[in-house]
């Protein structure tokens, strides 16, 4: 089965600082990875996508994240952080789950605080 | 435009009753699914459904239940044998043909407070 860790629970950084927020999945073949930001009280957003090609993808809001398949990771980074990305972030890796059936396994996210 | 409506926002219940969860969708996906989110803990999938009349387990499916009678709808059922059902509630859709990866989309959530 997949798993997904988000090492970091926390992570305050400074406006116009640059972020890297960690993600490792755990997945016997090719994943499909993505990244969701949740703003509180709220739903989730798609940051960003992976399946294959380039190993670095682009995503809105100025983000990107790069898939190293030889450290099982899929690390979201963002050059400036602006204060209202202050919010909780959160990996997921999508799979078949038994015949035609997919779904996603979260991590279980990071809260980024920006300070001012 | 298009999206998933989940209401209501907040829902207020008295040990021992049943709830139910509205989630609608007009993205013509044909997949849904409902998560629990509970603070430190990510989301986790409750059940999902690839199809109209038919839906699975997800990871913590104990005490709820669901149905897809039609494409667009797939309430949830909190029912009285849930031990801790205070908690925020997500609800998605995706496609689920064509080539991957199949993002879901979410609603806005219900948050549910049993007392």
């Known amino acids: 089965a997949q798993s997904v860790t988000q090492p970091d629970i926390h992570i305050t950084v400074s406006e116009g600082a640059s972020l890297e927020l960690r993600c490792n999945y755990s997945?016997?073949?090719?994943?499909?990875l993505f990244w969701y930001v949740q703003s509180p009280g709220q739903g989730l957003q798609l940051l960003l996508k992976?399946?294959?090609?380039?190993?670095l993808v682009q995503g809105i809001k100025g983000f990107e994240a790069e898939f190293k398949r030889s450290q099982s990771s899929f690390n979201l980074r963002k050059p400036s952080v602006h204060w209202s990305d202050a919010a909780e972030y959160f990996c997921?890796?999508?799979?078949?789950?038994?015949?035609?059936?997919?779904?996603?396994?979260f991590g279980k996210g990071t809260l980024l605080t920006v300070n001012p | 435009d298009g999206g998933i409506t989940q209401s209501p926002k907040y829902l207020f219940r008295k040990e021992g009753q049943n709830v139910t969860l509205s989630c609608e969708q007009n993205?013509?996906?044909?997949?849904m699914y409902w998560y629990r989110q509970d603070p430190g803990q990510g989301l986790r999938l409750i059940y999902y459904?690839?199809?109209?009349?038919?839906?699975q387990k997800g990871d913590i499916a104990e005490g709820y239940s669901v149905s897809r009678e039609k494409k667009e709808s797939f309430p949830l059922t909190v029912t009285s044998a849930q031990k801790n059902p205070t908690a925020f509630y997500l609800c998605?859709?995706?496609?689920?043909?064509?080539?991957?990866?199949?993002?879901?989309?979410f609603g806005p959530g219900t948050r549910l407070t049993v007392t």
């Open positions: 998605a859709s995706s496609i689920r043909t064509g080539l991957p990866p199949y993002e879901q989309y």
């Open positions: 997945y016997g073949a090719t994943p499909y």
């Open positions: 992976y399946f294959s090609g380039d190993t």
């Open positions: 997921a890796v999508g799979a078949r789950s038994g015949g035609s059936n997919y779904k996603l396994t």
């Open positions: 993205l013509n996906h044909d997949a």
């Open positions: 459904s690839q199809i109209v009349n038919d839906f």
